[in-house]
């Protein structure tokens, strides 16, 4: 998790770290919303960790709703299985996804993008260079036709987004990893808002060139 709440009212969430290298290294993104539900939400999460119970917890209740006539989705790892909404939100792409993923390893999710490349969806993503592993979808993906690219930051490329038809935004501090789903206490918002997912394409933009 990569979480802040601020005078109950206000929460920040996204891939970034309290470093200096995250601040002014790597590539990340961090969003400040303020919104009672949220608060509710991450209070909750951060109750549980505070209390000892880490990898574990009860689902979330308030998982949608409309922030300034915008739905948000909001979930929490283990308990929500962020991978399965993950997949359900990407499949309901019908021109493109494009990522910026960290560690990229989770099966399920690699072949969700190979099912829907082959529908014809435009495909593209960036890896982070260092998690060159066994495990990671990098090849699966190049292999069946995508355009994939590993990153260029000398430092990390630290980014767990995917941006669906540019108008759909899934980020937080979850890699698309087994890990993350089953044994990691994370988090995910989906954004159903076009004017954030332009924000979002353009560091996309930014992080593929």
């Not at 308990?79 to 494009?98: M, P, R």
């Amino acid at each position: 998790n990569k979480f802040c709440i601020f005078d109950n009212s206000i929460i920040t969430t996204g891939s970034f770290n309290p470093t200096e290298r995250c601040a002014y290294f790597n590539n990340n993104n961090l969003l400040v919303i303020k919104s009672k539900t949220l608060v509710d939400n991450y209070n909750k999460e951060f109750n549980e960790l505070w209390n000892g119970n880490f990898g574990k917890g009860t689902t979330t209740q308030n998982t949608q709703f409309y922030f300034n006539g915008h739905l948000i989705e909001n979930y929490f790892c283990p308990e929500d299985w962020c991978a399965n909404k993950i997949i359900k939100e990407l499949s309901k792409a019908n021109q493109s996804v494009y990522f910026m993923t960290f560690s990229f390893t989770h099966e399920m999710i690699g072949d969700v993008l190979v099912n829907l490349h082959e529908k014809g969806i435009d495909i593209k993503g960036v890896f982070e260079k260092s998690q060159k592993n066994n495990w990671t979808q990098y090849d699966k993906l190049l292999s069946n036709g995508m355009i994939v690219k590993w990153d260029s930051n000398k430092y990390n490329m630290h980014h767990k987004v995917f941006i669906i038809d540019n108008e759909t935004v899934i980020t937080g501090s979850f890699n698309p990893s087994l890990n993350a789903d089953l044994a990691n206490d994370e988090n995910i918002l989906i954004i159903h808002n076009k004017a954030i997912a332009e924000l979002y394409l353009k560091e996309f933009e930014f992080v593929y060139q």
